[in-house]
């Protein structure tokens, strides 16, 4: 098991709602990046935050936005949910700045939306 | 437009057999592939990684081979075991920046 903790594991919303999934990264790290993982596709990158800022964007729109904390931790935000937003939600910590290290993922938040 | 490329989708192999998945990329600028472990219903788990630097890298059971001039790589899993039934990705970055572009997985499934 890594470090990296999600929450809640599961999720049910209505299309046009707001969601907000949290995020523990591991001891030490001071990366965050997210995820979407659609049902029997490779995970595909979402944006990453980094010392509370974004440093990178994946191809998703800006109803998809982020926040990263003092202690590392973060959330991902979707606003007005659509049935395709229904994917396994993923976020993956790592420690950058001196030299890189391994990214280590959580177990994920499985979000339907109906 | 996908930038790592994945094959096979599905892999059935005996016990004892070998696992051969094969991955290609286009960006030259990438330079650092892991293969990743997942099992359902958990996030993916780093298996192994390898650095353009090298042609293969090898841990336990489990090996990367690496062509840079094709622009390939592959994981091998020797001597596979039922407990090595998964879904694998292969990914690729730069710097290993927490920034994957994932393929689109191979289902193994280890016949004892």
């Known amino acids: 098991e890594t470090g990296v903790t999600q929450s809640p594991t599961h999720l049910i919303k209505t299309r046009g709602q707001q969601v907000t999934l949290r995020c523990s990264s591991q001891?030490?790290?001071?990366?965050v990046s997210w995820y979407q993982q659609a049902l029997g596709q490779g995970p595909q990158f979402i944006f990453q935050?980094?010392?509370?800022?974004?440093?990178g964007r994946g191809n998703f729109p800006p109803r998809f936005s982020g926040l990263q904390f003092p202690n590392y931790s973060s959330e991902l935000n979707v606003n007005a949910l659509e049935l395709d937003d229904s994917a396994l939600y993923l976020c993956?910590?790592?420690?950058?700045?001196?030299?890189?290290?391994?990214?280590?993922f959580g177990q994920g938040t499985r979000l339907t939306v109906v | 437009q996908q930038q790592v490329k994945q094959s096979p989708q599905s892999l059935i192999v005996q016990k004892g057999g070998i696992s051969i998945i094969n991955c290609a990329y286009e960006?030259?600028?990438?330079?650092?592939f892991p293969w990743y472990q997942q099992f359902p219903g958990k996030g993916p788990a780093l298996l192994i990684a390898?650095?353009?630097?090298?042609s293969e890298k090898k841990e336990g059971r489990f090996t990367i081979s690496f062509n840079k001039s094709a622009k390939q790589f592959s994981l091998h899993i020797m001597d596979s075991q039922p407990g090595d039934s998964a879904t694998y990705f292969c990914?690729?970055?730069?710097?290993?920046?927490?920034?994957?572009?994932f393929g689109t997985g191979t289902s193994l499934t280890v016949i004892p």
């Open positions: 935050y980094y010392r509370e800022e974004e440093n």
């Open positions: 990914a690729a970055s730069v710097n290993t920046g927490n920034q994957f572009y």
């Open positions: 960006n030259t600028a990438f330079d650092y």
């Open positions: 993956a910590s790592s420690l950058s700045g001196a030299g890189w290290t391994e990214a280590f």
């Open positions: 390898i650095r353009p630097d090298v």
């Open positions: 001891s030490g790290h001071n990366t």
